[in-house]
């Protein structure tokens, strides 16, 4: 029942109204309720591990609350980690062709983060539906975002005090889950077509194909995960809670890091204070300083996938860190240019299905640069105007943002008829232009499988 399925436009509807209805002091245990209904339509073992963790979670927290010394503490951080990571790892890193549980690198990661916080003094969660519910609320479950105990939990405690019905945060939430919508099946899925046609079999085309499906890919991959991420915070926005913002216009970056500050933020700042800083940051001298940071990329890529592609492509983004052009006097457009290059190179490496694969797109790239078969990205030129168009428009979006100009607060502005035509108009376009059917997996997002 992913974001883009019918099902999951009757299944938030009757959660929503049957969330108004009830008393407030049921509001969490009917929230679990449909997060783990929402968790076993893809299958009932995944609310299983979910389940299994969520528990652990739970009772290692307490565990390591209730330790005073200090050595007995560490320990007890550490074995819950290492159980954690062994946990992760038995599903998404076996050779026994057992099923990945959906969501499973997301609330791992979460859960270890909580058990962090908890060891550094927060007070651990006694409530077991708050502390579930946590784990597995149903918005950000399949692709995150990664979501803090403090800021998340202390949302779940108030929902028993909280007046939920705002006609403001739910038009808010419905802008957000149609824009969500948008990049998704009209962008991100459309994309796909032409990608997925040369990466699958790269030596039929030309170079010219290769750099233009390169260049869609960074695009695609961003649509698609900004889309889901859109749909989880509008959808969480109109249940009464706020979800970290996981995107602030990465393709504008003036800098490697940069780009890092603004793409998938929430692991990224996972990342940094659950590893970075803990390894010794910056504050060793600076051969340290690029140890530490090659190994946070290098575990960031392991976490992606088991492939030598994803690791090399942590590699060059902890390359591309420590070998910045932040301090180099250059335009600011062309030092966005430069990295927007960067990022896309090292997305090749990330798509393709292996290291060697990426050598044989890079040979046909410098060596045989022509147009060889078109016709073979399967897209018809209608189509190619409207991921175009598409692009374009999440671009003068962005351009718009970083000057200072919010896009949703001048819709809400607009009288109501202006605002009823937008919305009609996003939700048309999106049924009519949007890509479906069989050929398409539109319920699946592309985190889903990390």
């Known amino acids: 029942m992913g974001f883009t399925s019918l099902a999951f436009l009757v299944f938030f509807p009757a959660v929503f ?4 209805l009830i008393p407030r002091r049921a509001r969490a245990v009917w929230l679990l309720a449909a997060s783990y209904a929402f968790c076993i339509s893809f299958g009932a ?4 591990a979910l389940f299994l963790s969520t528990l652990a979670t739970y009772f290692l927290g307490i565990f390591i609350e209730s330790r005073k010394e200090t050595q007995i503490k560490k320990l007890c951080i550490a074995a819950a980690v290492f159980l954690h990571v062994l946990f992760l790892a038995f599903f998404k890193y076996n050779r026994l062709q057992i099923l990945l549980p959906v969501g499973i690198s997301f609330y791992t990661f979460q859960a270890i983060g909580y058990l962090a916080d908890v060891y550094r003094g927060m007070a651990a969660e006694r409530n077991m539906v708050d502390f579930a519910l946590f784990q597995a609320f149903f918005p950000k479950l399949v692709q995150g975002p990664i979501e803090r105990s403090d800021s998340l939990l202390e949302q779940i405690r108030s929902l028993r005090q909280r007046e939920l019905f705002d006609m403001q945060r739910i038009r808010e939430g419905t802008v957000l889950i149609l824009w969500g919508l948008f990049q998704k099946l009209m962008i991100a899925d459309r994309i796909a077509i032409p990608v997925n046609a040369v990466y699958r079999q790269f030596g039929a085309f030309g170079g010219v194909e290769i750099l233009l499906v390169t260049v869609l890919y960074a695009f695609q991959i961003y649509c698609d995960f900004a889309g889901y991420t859109d749909i989880a915070r509008g959808a969480a926005r109109i249940l009464g809670i706020e979800l970290k913002k996981n995107f602030m216009r990465p393709y504008l970056a003036d800098s490697v890091q940069d780009f890092w500050r603004r793409w998938h933020i929430s692991l990224s700042s996972w990342l940094r204070d659950y590893l970075y800083i803990p390894l010794g940051g910056s504050r060793k001298g600076k051969l340290r300083k690029y140890a530490n940071i090659m190994i ?3 575990i960031s890529g392991i976490w992606h996938g088991t492939g ?11 390359l591309g860190q420590i070998f910045d052009i932040k301090n ?26 292996s290291l060697g694969d990426v050598k044989g797109m890079l040979l046909i790239l410098f060596t045989d640069f022509r147009l060889r078969d078109y016709k073979g990205m399967e897209l018809a030129v209608f189509e190619w105007v409207l991921v175009l168009a598409g692009i374009l428009l999440v671009m003068a979006k962005d351009i718009l943002e970083e000057k200072g100009v919010c896009i949703r607060e001048c819709l809400f502005r607009q009288a109501w008829l202006v605002r009823c035509l937008i919305y009609t108009a996003m939700a048309v376009g999106i049924v009519i232009f949007g890509v479906y059917g069989a050929a398409y997996d539109t319920s699946q997002f592309l985190y889903t499988k990390f």
């Open 296 to 298: 946070t990329f290098l």
């Open 45 to 48: 073992e995944y609310a299983l």
């Open 17 to 20: 109204l049957i969330y108004l």
């Open 328 to 353: 180099i006097k250059l335009p600011r457009w062309l030092k966005r240019v430069l990295v927007f290059c960067f990022a896309d190179l090292a997305w090749m490496v990330f798509r393709a299905n």
């Open 308 to 318: 030598f592609h994803f690791l090399a492509w942590g590699g060059l983004h902890g």
